[in-house]
Nanobody, 126 residues
């Protein structure tokens, strides 16, 4: 299984970035997909998750209203549109896959995820 995240970079506060995560080696439509981030000196933080069907999304309070997670099951990709970025959003962002039964609520716990990508750096300057 491979999860390849891309799209990070350096942006000024108030700007936007769109992260992408390409999956291979798994039946993508059976996995909830999450984005997590880790800032220097801090623990891994939940950002957003989307149900395997794309029907339901959840966000951390810190990004709600600014970030949007979406997926394309045909292309085996998940996206994170990040708007109104703040310096405190600076972190390495990683995508992760959690095998999910259809009726389950997607998890926000990083220790429940099965596969992880390598991460992409997002830096927001003030």
């Amino acid at each position: 299984v491979q999860l390849q995240a891309s799209g990070g970079g350096l942006v000024q506060a108030g700007g936007s970035l769109r992260l992408s995560c390409a999956a291979s080696g798994l039946t993508f439509s059976r996995y909830a997909m999450g984005w997590f981030r880790q800032a220097p000196g801090k623990g891994r933080e939940f950002v957003a998750v989307i149900h395997r069907s794309g029907s339901t999304t959840y966000y951390s309070d810190s990004v709600k209203g600014r970030f949007t997670i979406s997926r394309d099951n045909d292309k085996k990709m998940v996206f994170l549109q990040m708007n109104s970025l703040k310096p405190e959003d600076t972190a390495v962002y990683s995508c992760a896959a959690d095998h999910q039964i259809l009726s389950a609520v997607p998890s926000r716990r990083f220790d429940e995820y099965d596969f992880w990508g390598q991460g992409t750096q997002v830096t927001v300057s003030s």
